[in-house]
């Protein structure tokens, strides 16, 4: 069965809100559902994108701590004598 344009939009919501390390409470929810309400609203052809350039401005999301992709390069030595 099909799903709706807000559902789908919410959805994507919860999900990026939930691997963000945001627990889905039923306040959280409400906010994300309010925020898709002013996304379906709004003038815009995609309110999935209208949502997403906001929701940061909603929900007090970090950053996550990435780790190093490369151990730093550091100057060495060869010592080639003749």
Do not use: W
Not at 2 to 27: H, I, K, N, P
Request: hydrophobic share 40%.
């Amino acid at each position: 069965m099909a799903r709706s344009l807000a559902e789908l939009t919410l959805s994507r919501v919860c999900d990026y809100l939930s691997a963000m390390g945001v627990e889905l409470t039923r306040e959280v929810t409400l906010q994300a559902l309010n925020l898709v309400e002013a996304g379906l609203a709004s003038e815009q052809e995609n309110p999935l994108q209208y949502v997403m350039t906001r929701i940061h401005d909603h929900f007090a999301i970090q950053k996550p701590d990435l780790p190093t992709t490369a151990p730093p390069v550091t100057r060495g030595s060869m010592s080639f004598k003749p």
